[in-house]
């Protein structure tokens, strides 16, 4: 069976008309005779929307409910039964409804695939995975629903619906998109101008790269090899020498000028690793390309300088680049007479690309002899010139002490140049050189006709001294490179553990900022680190700290580090020389980091206090206006009875009518007093008087004031100690967890007995509340003591939900704890623990 193909229509924001472009592609597909029903289109109320949904088949929803209210959803299992050619499904992104076959949508349309069924369905471009951060960013709104950038990439046609943002905006206003009452709002806020002109360039950008991803691989797969000039792209190779700064600028301007286009950055290794840029200039390259605009790359050759090019031209062709910009070699017109260069080489062989040749003032010099860096330690160089006194002399000795065995003169040439390739082996350079020198010198003397003179007989003698000295200079040469690899080796070794150890500090533990700078402070020989913030009033702060001496400016730092725009990481104590402070510089980015970690950390748990408040408020105001309306309207009406001249009341009618008005004026103290201890506990303003009290007296007072207290029994035993509590408190607590067990502890109908029992455990002693009511599933034990809380929230007549929360408000206070658990039989217990009054203590 072939995978069916999924058709999307993507928009910038709502109401640019996806579902309607989607309808009028199904009644094309209808009139030429495809067989396409409706699996759920949402028109939100629009009237053009609605009128295109006839003349097609439309299969029934599936209705779910939820929280009290029914949820249509799309019926899957009919669409597969019905098993037509192409189905509609609107709003991929969307979050199907609790106990559906699958979490999202999406997932119901990849079923839908498989199964052999095209799907047409919409998406905006603020529910792609990848652009969320991005559109809340602009927006302000974060996005719940999502679906994969993955899901709409593999759709086999992607179709973008667009009009103007001021378009979208009329249509807004004229009540085409959402109701009227929400059109202020909505054009003050989501649907601003800037928002939309933002939110449909990301449109427009993501559907173009997927279209170029698209182009890229057909190029791929029919082997492609000529340039399609179907977009700008700017190649800049950089070698990273003193003129790259220099060609990376010239080629933005280049890119700049050929209108929108896209410019790269590479930078070509030699897989040989000969020649290498310093990690320094391709950092300082890389900060560079971004700040032009450009993208950085690293490409590597397999081999020499013909492989760079290879690289390099491969790279160009793979970006399907339009223009390569190069800068001018560097050697000397001498040196381009026997090998023309990369430069050279890459104009001839780059075909239809426009190549650019930018000069620059590194452009032909001289041939310069290479940098010679003492990368050897001080102990070989020393042993490097004894051995260059030593071993000519050495070679010399035992010639002259051979007793007149003579040895070949060409053996004794090939052990001078031994002792001369042995110092340059130890000693580099310098050694060599005198070990060349010398040895030349001793074998002319005590070897070559004519014998104890420098004068020379052959020009044999001359060549072999020459190339005694030739073997020293390049054997010392490969020393010294040799040498200076292994040391960058090491160091990069160095500062690359001390790197991951930073990195580990950054993704591991709490409050990583101020161990990130001890670090620094410690692993840099610092007296300080800090990192400092430039406010909105220009004034500089720390954000952390470590070490003594701390700088407050940036200006008074040993090390002045900039991080971004207004951030610094400085340090006190000695200046960093530049290698080290490149490696603090990469630092400074994991500082960022951690900085921008503990701040999303800090905002997401003021987001959850705001919506934990929101949440709280919300369920204050709909709990509060039933249990004040309530008794209110019930005051009311008695009183307007009582003083109502014309009613004959009897006393027996008087009387009940009062009574009515004491008990709602009952509740509305016990609401008010409820609000008041659930808003002390929360300020932390309520402070016990302990001592000991005895939970039998408590139990007898909190009684008095409940309602249905005849159905309450007390089961104490004698033996049961005082508590250490505060007695008001207590009976409080006591009080609340009675009137919650005799109002919710018994099934409809029933009045069986609520039943306190007190016990000792430990140094503590519990009072428990025993029900028989219907209990309460395992595991939602906790929800009981969640303010404004009624299990299940189906009745607000049956009170406000804050009885037992502040109950455990109060216990907490106490140094207690309130907890609950079942019923053996079935029913409820609530467990009062609270610690045993020490003996002695004064009541």
């Not at 609605?50 to 009919?78: I, K, N, S, W």
């Not at 052959?458 to 040391?487: F, H, K, Q, W, Y």
């Amino acid at each position: 069976m072939n995978r069916g193909e999924l058709r999307i229509h993507l928009g910038a924001a709502p109401g640019v008309g996806k579902t309607f472009a989607m309808l009028a592609e199904a009644h094309r597909r209808l009139e030429r005779g495809t067989d396409i029903v409706v699996g759920i289109v949402e028109t939100h109320g629009r009237e053009r929307t609605a009128a295109l949904l006839e003349g097609l088949e439309v299969l029934p929803r599936r209705c779910v409910g939820h929280g009290g209210t029914v949820l249509e959803e799309l019926d899957l299992d009919a669409v597969l039964a019905r098993r037509p050619q192409v189905v509609l499904v609107d709003e991929l992104a969307h979050t199907n409804a609790p106990g559906s076959r699958h979490p999202k949508r999406w997932q119901d349309v990849e079923i839908l695939l498989d199964a052999g069924i095209d799907v047409l369905s919409t998406v905006n471009v603020q529910h792609l995975e990848s652009l969320g951060d991005v559109v809340h960013t602009i927006t302000g709104v974060r996005q719940l629903e999502t679906v994969p950038d993955a899901v709409v990439r593999r759709a086999g046609q992607l179709e973008l619906v667009d009009i103007t943002p001021e378009a979208l905006r009329r249509r807004l206003a004229h009540g085409n998109v959402y109701p009227a009452a929400q059109v202020d709002a909505a054009l003050a806020h989501y649907f601003r101008l800037p928002n939309l002109i933002a939110l449909r360039e990301l449109a427009l950008r993501w559907v173009a790269d997927e279209v170029d991803v698209a182009l890229r691989r057909h190029r791929a797969r029919e082997k492609v090899t000529e340039v399609w000039e179907t977009r700008e792209r700017v190649v800049v190779a950089l070698t990273g020498g003193p003129e790259s700064e220099t060609v990376l600028r010239r080629a933005a301007r280049i890119a700049k000028r050929a209108g929108p286009a896209d410019l790269h950055a590479v930078h070509v290794l030699r897989g040989d690793g000969l020649a290498a840029a310093t990690p320094a200039s391709v950092d300082r390259l890389r900060t560079l390309a971004a700040d032009v605009g450009a993208t950085f790359h690293t490409t590597v050759g397999d081999g020499g300088a013909e492989s760079v090019l290879r690289a390099l031209l491969d790279f160009v062709d793979g970006l399907n680049a339009t223009q390569l910009v190069l800068g001018t070699s560097r050697r000397s017109r001498l040196a381009r007479l026997f090998d023309p260069g990369i430069a050279a080489r890459a104009v001839q062989e780059s075909g239809p690309i426009d190549v650019h040749m930018v000069t620059h003032d590194a452009a032909g010099r001289a041939l310069r002899w290479p940098v010679l860096r003492g990368a050897l330690p001080l102990s070989r160089l020393g042993l490097g010139w004894v051995l260059a006194v030593l071993g000519p002399s050495l070679v010399t000795a035992a010639g002259l002490l051979g007793g007149g065995v003579r040895i070949d003169v060409t053996a004794d040439a090939m052990l001078f140049l031994l002792a001369t390739a042995l110092a340059a082996l130890v000693g580099g350079l310098g050694p060599a050189l005198l070990a060349a020198a010398l040895g030349g010198v001793l074998l002319n003397w005590f070897h070559y006709p004519p014998l104890h003179t420098l004068a020379m007989e052959s020009t044999g003698n001359v060549v072999t001294i020459v190339t005694m000295l030739l073997v020293g200079v390049l054997v010392s040469l490969v020393v010294d490179r040799a040498a200076r690899r292994a040391e960058q080796a090491a160091s990069a070794r160095a500062e690359a553990a001390l790197l991951a150890s930073f990195a580990r500090t950054v993704l591991t533990g709490s409050e990583p900022l101020p161990r990130l700078l001890t670090q620094v402070r410690e692993a840099f020989g610092l007296r300080s680190a800090a990192l400092l913030e430039l406010g909105p009033d220009r004034s500089w702060s720390t954000v952390a700290a470590s070490g003594h001496d701390e700088c407050r400016h940036p200006g008074l730092a040993d090390v002045d580090v900039v991080v971004e725009e207004g951030l610094h990481l400085v340090g006190t104590g000695r200046a960093l020389p530049a290698s080290d402070r490149r490696l603090l510089e990469t630092v400074g980015g994991q500082a960022l980091l951690a900085l921008r970690g503990e701040r999303a950390v800090a905002d997401a748990a003021a987001a959850e206090r705001r919506a934990a408040v929101n949440e709280t408020r919300g369920a204050l105001l709909s709990a509060v206006g039933h249990d004040l309306r309530s008794p209110l309207t019930s005051i009311k009406a008695a009183a307007g009875s009582l003083r109502d001249r014309s009613l004959p009341l009897s006393p027996a009618d008087r009387a009940e009518l009062l009574a009515t008005v004491e008990e709602s004026a009952d509740r509305l103290t016990g609401l008010v007093e409820n609000l008041l201890d659930s808003s002390r506990l929360a300020a932390g303003a309520v402070t016990p008087l302990l001592a000991p009290v005895g939970y039998g007296e408590v139990a007898a007072r909190a009684l008095l004031g409940v309602e249905g207290a005849e159905r309450v029994r007390i089961e104490f035993c004698d033996e049961v100690p005082d508590v250490l509590a505060d007695s008001g408190l207590l009976e409080r607590v006591v009080a609340n967890v009675i009137d919650n067990a005799v109002r919710h502890g018994a099934a409809q109908g029933d009045r069986s007995d609520v039943v306190l029992r007190a016990s000792t455990h430990a140094d503590r002693v519990e009072l428990r509340v025993v029900d028989r009511g219907p209990g309460v599933p395992h595991g939602r034990y906790d929800e009981l003591f969640a303010p404004f809380q009624r299990l299940g929230d189906r009745d607000a007549a049956a009170g406000l939900g804050l009885g037992l929360s502040v109950a455990r408000g109060l216990t907490a206070v106490m140094d207690g704890d309130l907890t609950a658990e079942d019923t053996p039989g079935g029913g409820l217990t609530v467990v009062v623990s609270l610690p045993v009054a020490p003996a002695g203590a004064p009541r």
